[in-house]
């Protein structure tokens, strides 16, 4: 595995190193430095890799700026907070989690504690912002804080009604994770007028000298009117802004790409690999509309199997620096709420010219594998090609013509779904671990209710399509990364740090309370005892949600130039590849695959890190806003079943309650403890509590009945109380 950092020895966090790397350059403001002058004058006993990696979060967070090809100075606009941030005691940099209350908890990376912020403290920095605080730690209490300044603007929008006074007009959001009032010069009004819906732009967030409690007003200007949108579309178009997304694109943008021709030329098409002969499908969901990837399938000459996998050359039309590409980077992901995607790139590129729609010709960038008859690889090739698909399969079609013997391409299936088996085998094999979610769906409809919710289940079929994008992912990076062992070519990859022992401790604790040993003495040995419970998990839901706790305690994936592996799936080398048209970081890794596959060509590390940074960034608040919708359409769909009982499992407790997960809508809400007799008191490690006055004990993962008492669309909340132990 990769070059893996060592446990049991006290590491220097990222953060840590940003703020020692951070100081140095605000003790010398105008010195021009590079990675291995830093280590030196620090003597730092870290990697150039490792410094490399923090240059690239202070460059992406345009808190330093680049002036040659390795070297970097601090930032005019920053050295005006020189004073300030010296003379704080502890200067960290996180991300803003604000709470129902207005204050917030600051997010800090590599630290156990996040620091807590009063409201009063917070200025203008809202949920999702990127902050510098200062930290104070008090003896016996948790970390708190003030925020020094917002890094980077997770808001830059709001949704509201306009309100009309004589001088000024006010937008007021009011949604869970954003409470703000932006005044608006009548000018700026832009044609809506008093009650109107609007969505409005920031343009003036004001003095950052003061705290917010002083009245710092916050200026916008009316973008559009949105009278038209009904209760559904204004709070999926809400949760998009209030997360920092916008469903629409830049006037330049869209210029751009309706003057991309729609044809493939002849001398494009004889500059590539030719498939179109051969057989090539894809499978999507029923819902696709941006069909990423094809499978291609042919037997050779020598007997062998040649399963080609086929990604949409997005590559082709996206040109670097373009204003296409400036905004195609500032989102970096498509983000799917529950009733839509908000593409990455214009319809025109997601849904039509890149995507791999059937019985047209589409320029791909490929890596087709050959195996023999013990379904072993034996080769493999990457470049340029041009498919024409045959077929286009829904996965639930598929499987059908998988598990048929008269189903379309059933035989050809069934040999690639033979040799998808085989890498998954060799996989869990080498030590992957065999991680698994619930996916939730909804039934919507005419007018986007939810009549119903159900759990998205993986077939075969499903397998073998993430099977083969697994493999060409590693193949890619392994590609890259050994192309020069000398002096590796730098990359994006997909990385997976090993799990902090400490963090598993409580995990043990709750596990034993169920029977299951987790074995904490190597990594591999932690990988074995996930894999045991991912296998009970099959069986029994209450070890499904002790599998949700494990992947918590993990590490999450990110984007990175430094190569430390994938320990999750236990791959060295592993890039993502397969999903350009949702995914800016496969973007970037077909520029560099191609401009690799002849010669050695090298991207600036540095400016590398900082755009991995900030797709890692764009893809948590992505999840978050996926989550958040997902939230909504759950409490929509239990307020329609209020005072109806459910059986669920008990997946979380507070001091106040415990949450409850609905087992069949996989809903979560909250019983009061003011709810039950006697009440509970919440044992160390928060996994059991135990009745005051009877003596009875609930532990997480335990059955329980319950009643919806009542719902809370706007806060997207739940109460329940208990009706029976099961």
Same mark, same amino acid.
């Given at each position: 595995?990769?070059?893996?950092?060592?446990?049991?020895?006290?590491?220097?966090?990222?953060?840590?190193?940003?703020?020692?790397?951070?100081?140095?350059?605000?003790?010398?403001?105008?010195?021009?430095?590079?990675?291995?002058q830093?280590?030196?004058?620090?003597k730092?006993?870290?990697?150039?890799?490792a410094?490399?990696h923090?240059?690239?979060?202070?460059?992406?967070?345009?808190?330093i700026?680049?002036?040659?090809?390795?070297?970097?100075?601090?930032?005019?606009?920053?050295?005006?907070?020189?004073?300030?941030?010296?003379s704080?005691?502890?200067?960290?940099?996180?991300?803003?989690?604000?709470?129902k209350s207005?204050?917030?908890?600051?997010?800090?990376?590599?630290?156990?504690?996040?620091?807590?912020?009063?409201?009063?403290?917070?200025?203008?920095?809202?949920?999702?912002?990127?902050?510098?605080?200062?930290?104070?730690?008090?003896?016996?209490?948790?970390?708190?804080?003030?925020?020094?300044r917002?890094?980077?603007?997770?808001?830059?929008?709001?949704?509201?009604?306009?309100?009309v006074?004589?001088?000024?007009?006010?937008v007021?959001?009011?949604t869970?994770?954003?409470?703000?009032?932006?005044y608006?010069?009548?000018?700026?009004?832009?044609?809506a007028v008093?009650?109107?819906?609007?969505?409005?732009?920031?343009?003036?967030w004001?003095?950052?000298?003061?705290?917010?409690s002083?009245g710092?007003?916050?200026?916008?200007?009316?973008?559009?009117?949105?009278?038209?949108l009904?209760?559904h579309?204004?709070?999926?178009?809400?949760?998009?802004?209030?997360?920092?997304?916008?469903?629409?694109?830049?006037?330049?943008?869209?210029?751009?790409?309706?003057?991309?021709?729609?044809?493939?030329?002849?001398?494009?098409?004889?500059?590539?690999?030719?498939?179109?002969?051969?057989?090539?499908?894809?499978?999507?969901?029923?819902?696709?509309?941006?069909?990423?990837?094809?499978?291609?399938y042919? =037997?050779?000459e020598?007997?062998?199997?040649?399963?080609?996998?086929?990604?949409?050359?997005?590559?082709?039309?996206?040109?670097?620096?373009t204003?296409?590409?400036?905004?195609?980077?500032?989102?970096?992901?498509?983000v799917y709420?529950?009733?839509?995607?908000i593409?990455?790139?214009?319809?025109?590129?997601?849904?039509?010219?890149?995507?791999?729609?059937?019985?047209?010709?589409?320029?791909?960038?490929?890596?087709?594998?050959?195996?023999?008859?013990?379904?072993?690889m034996?080769?493999?090739?990457?470049?340029?090609?041009?498919?024409?698909?045959?077929?286009?399969?829904?996965?639930?079609?598929?499987?059908?013509?998988?598990?048929?013997?008269?189903?379309?391409?059933?035989?050809e299936?069934t040999?690639?779904?033979?040799?998808?088996?085989?890498?998954?085998?060799?996989?869990?094999?080498?030590?992957a671990?065999?991680?698994?979610?619930?996916?939730?769906?909804? =039934?919507?409809?005419?007018?986007?209710k939810?009549?119903?919710?159900?759990?998205?289940?993986?077939?075969?079929?499903?397998?073998?399509?993430?099977?083969?994008?697994?493999?060409?992912?590693?193949?890619?990076?392994?590609?890259?990364?050994?192309?020069?062992?000398?002096?590796?070519?730098?990359?994006?990859?997909?990385?997976?740090?090993?799990?902090?022992?400490?963090?598993?401790?409580?995990?043990k604790?709750?596990?034993e309370?169920?029977?299951?040993?987790?074995?904490?003495?190597?990594?591999?040995?932690?990988?074995?005892?996930?894999?045991?419970?991912?296998?009970k998990?099959?069986?029994?839901?209450?070890?499904?949600?002790?599998?949700?706790?494990?992947?918590?305690?993990?590490?999450k994936?990110?984007?990175?130039?430094?190569n430390?592996g994938?320990?999750?799936?236990?791959?060295?080398?592993?890039?993502?590849?397969?999903?350009?048209?949702?995914?800016?970081?496969?973007?970037l890794?077909?520029?560099?695959?191609?401009?690799?596959?002849?010669?050695?060509?090298?991207?600036?590390?540095?400016?590398?890190?900082?755009?991995?940074?900030?797709?890692?960034?764009?893809?948590?608040?992505?999840?978050?806003?996926?989550?958040?919708?997902?939230?909504?359409?759950?409490?929509?769909?239990?307020?329609?079943?209020?005072?109806?009982?459910?059986?669920?499992?008990?997946?979380?407790?507070?001091?106040?309650?415990?949450f409850?997960?609905?087992?069949?809508?996989?809903?979560?809400?909250?019983?009061?403890?003011?709810?039950?007799?006697?009440?509970?008191e919440?044992?160390?490690?928060?996994?059991?509590?135990?009745n005051?006055?009877?003596?009875?004990?609930?532990?997480?993962?335990d059955?329980i009945?319950?009643r919806?008492?009542?719902?809370?669309?706007?806060?997207?909340?739940?109460?329940?109380?208990?009706?029976?132990?099961?």
């Open positions: 595995m990769g070059k893996r950092r060592k446990t049991g020895k006290k590491k220097l966090g990222t953060d840590k190193l940003r703020h020692i790397v951070l100081s140095y350059f605000l003790k010398n403001p105008k010195m021009r430095l590079n990675a291995s830093i280590a030196k004058k620090l730092l006993k870290v990697g150039k890799d410094i490399n923090i240059l690239g979060i202070l460059l992406s967070d345009s808190v700026k680049q002036v040659s090809d390795h070297k970097f100075v601090l930032d005019k606009k920053y050295r005006n907070q020189e004073k300030k941030i010296r704080t005691a502890n200067t960290l940099t996180g991300r803003v989690d604000l709470i207005g204050a917030g908890y600051v997010i800090i990376q590599d630290q156990d504690d996040d620091v807590f912020i009063p409201a009063k403290y917070l200025k203008t920095a809202l949920n999702g912002d990127i902050v510098e605080i200062e930290s104070f730690t008090h003896k016996n209490r948790r970390p708190e804080g003030r925020v020094i917002v890094v980077k603007r997770n808001t830059t929008q709001i949704m509201g009604k306009l309100i006074y004589k001088k000024y007009g006010i007021s959001s009011d869970k994770k954003t409470k703000l009032d932006v608006l010069k009548p000018q700026d009004f832009n044609n008093k009650g109107d819906k609007v969505l409005i732009t920031i343009t003036d004001g003095s950052e000298s003061s705290d917010s002083n710092d007003v916050v200026w916008g200007e009316v973008t559009r009117i949105l009278n038209d009904d209760d579309n204004w709070t999926m178009e809400n949760i998009l802004i209030e997360n920092g997304f916008s469903s629409d694109y830049p006037d330049d943008v869209i210029k751009q790409v309706d003057a991309i021709p729609d044809i493939i030329t002849e001398e494009e098409i004889a500059n590539r690999r030719d498939f179109r002969n051969i057989l090539t499908f894809t499978i999507d969901p029923d819902t696709a509309q941006d069909y990423d990837d094809a499978i291609s042919q =037997v050779l020598n007997g062998n199997y040649e399963v080609g996998v086929h990604i949409a050359d997005v590559t082709h039309y996206l040109k670097p620096n204003p296409l590409d400036k905004e195609a980077f500032a989102r970096s992901t498509s709420l529950v009733d839509r995607c593409a990455m790139l214009p319809e025109k590129l997601s849904n039509n010219m890149c995507s791999l729609v059937p019985n047209k010709d589409r320029l791909v960038f490929s890596a087709v594998f050959e195996f023999n008859d013990k379904y072993k034996v080769g493999e090739w990457f470049g340029k090609s041009v498919i024409h698909s045959d077929r286009r399969f829904t996965y639930e079609e598929g499987q059908v013509s998988l598990d048929d013997e008269s189903g379309l391409y059933h035989e299936l040999i690639v779904n033979k040799i998808a088996h085989a890498l998954r085998k060799e996989k869990f094999k080498n030590g671990i065999a991680f698994e979610s619930d996916e939730v769906k909804f =039934v919507l409809d005419e007018k986007n939810p009549t119903g919710v159900f759990v998205k289940q993986r077939t075969d079929i499903h397998l073998l399509i993430e099977d083969f994008m697994l493999l060409a992912n590693k193949r890619v990076a392994e590609f890259v990364a050994t192309r020069n062992k000398g002096n590796a070519v730098p990359n994006v990859y997909r990385i997976h740090d090993i799990p902090d022992t400490e963090r598993l401790g409580d995990l604790l709750l596990m309370e169920y029977d299951v040993k987790l074995d904490l003495s190597t990594p591999d040995k932690i990988a074995e005892s996930f894999n045991g419970l991912s296998k998990s099959k069986e029994d839901p209450k070890y499904k949600l002790l599998m949700s706790f494990a992947i918590r305690t993990m590490a994936a990110i984007y990175s130039t430094d430390i994938h320990y999750g799936l236990h791959f060295d080398y592993y890039t993502h590849f397969t999903s350009p048209i949702r995914r800016y970081s496969d973007v890794v077909h520029r560099i695959l191609e401009k690799n596959l002849e010669e050695d060509h090298r991207e600036d590390k540095t400016k590398l890190e900082s755009m991995c940074a900030h797709i890692s960034r764009q893809e948590r608040r992505a999840m978050e806003t996926e989550r958040d919708s997902i939230k909504y359409k759950q409490v929509e769909y239990m307020s329609e079943h209020i005072g109806e009982e459910y059986t669920g499992i008990v997946s979380g407790m507070i001091e106040r309650g415990l409850v997960e609905v087992s069949e809508t996989k809903a979560e809400g909250m019983i009061p403890f003011t709810r039950i007799p006697g009440g509970f919440i044992q160390d490690g928060r996994y059991k509590a135990s005051k006055r009877t003596g009875e004990s609930l532990k997480l993962g059955k009945k319950v919806i008492v009542s719902t809370d669309l706007v806060n997207r909340l739940i109460e329940m109380e208990v009706v029976e132990n099961e």
